[in-house]
């Protein structure tokens, strides 16, 4: 079957039509970041607005790139939370008012889920399997019995990791988003200073990394006030390795736990090259097999969110008119049953 997706929960006004849930006929992503970074962060205002001025232009293109008319989709998918109401509600009226039009089923589609699933672009999934998300708004590790079926082992506490990067980037005056920046500068540094590993309670799964944050930041304070200097690349390399030791440790922890052989990676911080190379040494050791996908189906995009909604396809797992934007949906809520 071909969908077409829809995807703008944040900065990212993306659409793509998916084929059979694992071919990419077209993938088109538009990122505002431009325009947020002088406010060094997404301003929901202006995330909407710019939302609304390309919907239907990034919608066209997806269709055309991917060769086929609108008569041609057997469904269209919409991201429906969570994210920014006013940008959710964009795709969410675009997708219902498509559906209708055509005739066709109308998916409602969890972000999360999206991301998952983008590592079923790259490489079928194999059950049961352990995921690990990371993002600029999550922090989570999923076990996965089946196609659709989520249950959550751990998750962070306070902040997430990609917004741990994204204040971390801040405070040492990186633009936004700093995820990709402080990546870049921890290569060219040492792990010269020791900064807290918050491994909470014994065979937690959760995370915490407003501590690692704030250390990372009294630490600049108290340097700046002595007048001594720590290079920037350091401090950036010592924030990555424990981030990196705590998200590896904790992995491979669930995945063993669970006694599963495949792990994948999701969100916009898989895009990290330490993570990735030390998820690629862990994994290598413990035989386990990993998938990570490439860079930009790692951030938000429209074909992640077709590949999830093939899934529900299959289950006739449809929305109604009444699907709505909802910023605190549940993977849960989402299930598949089985
Ligand atoms: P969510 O998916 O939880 O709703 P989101 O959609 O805003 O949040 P993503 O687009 O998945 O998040 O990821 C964006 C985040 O990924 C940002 O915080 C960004 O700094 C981070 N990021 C991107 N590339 C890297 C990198 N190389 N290293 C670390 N972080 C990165
Ligand atoms: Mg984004
Ligand atoms: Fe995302």
């Given at each position: 079957e071909i969908i077409l997706a829809i995807e703008t929960s944040c900065d990212e006004t993306a659409a793509a039509v998916i084929e059979g849930?694992?071919?990419?006929r077209s993938n088109v992503v538009a990122s505002q970041v431009e325009s947020h970074k002088r406010f060094g962060g997404v301003v929901p205002e202006i995330a909407s607005r710019h939302h609304v001025d390309q919907i239907t232009v990034i919608i066209e293109e997806a269709v055309e790139q991917a060769g086929i008319?609108?008569?041609?989709?057997d469904a269209v998918a919409v991201?429906?939370?969570?994210?920014?109401i006013g940008a959710l509600l964009v795709g969410v009226n675009a997708a219902k008012a498509l559906a209708f039009t055509l005739d066709i089923p109308l998916i409602g589609v969890h972000h999360i889920a999206g991301h998952l699933y983008a590592n079923h672009l790259v490489e079928p999934l194999t059950f049961p399997l352990v995921a690990l998300v990371v993002s600029g708004g999550h922090t989570e590790l999923i076990h996965m019995e089946a196609d659709g079926r989520y249950e959550v082992m751990g998750e962070t506490r306070d902040d997430a990791v990609g917004e741990a990067y994204d204040k971390v980037a801040r405070t040492l005056g990186l633009p936004y988003p700093g995820g990709p920046h402080i990546d870049r500068l921890a290569h060219e540094g040492e792990e010269t200073l020791t900064l807290p590993r918050s491994?909470?309670?014994?065979?937690?799964f959760d995370f915490s990394f407003s501590g690692l944050k704030s250390a990372v930041i009294n630490t600049l304070h108290n340097a700046r006030q002595r007048d001594e200097k720590i290079p920037v690349e350091n401090l950036a390399a010592s924030f990555q390795a424990s981030v990196i030791d705590v998200l590896v440790d904790k992995t491979i922890r669930a995945v063993k736990e669970k006694q599963v052989n495949h792990l994948i990676v999701a969100g916009g911080v898989a895009a990290n090259k330490g993570l990735r190379a030390a998820l690629k040494d862990a994994c290598g050791r413990e035989g386990i097999q990993l998938t990570i996908p490439p860079l930009h189906l790692c951030t938000d995009n429209a074909a992640m969110i077709g590949a999830a909604a093939h899934v529900q396809y299959q289950q006739s797992m449809f929305s109604d008119d009444r699907l709505n934007g909802n910023?605190?949906?549940?993977l849960q809520s989402k299930q598949v049953q089985s």
């Open positions: 849930g694992r071919v990419i008319r609108l008569e041609d989709l991201t429906e939370g969570p994210g920014l491994w909470l309670e014994a065979g937690s910023p605190g949906l549940t």
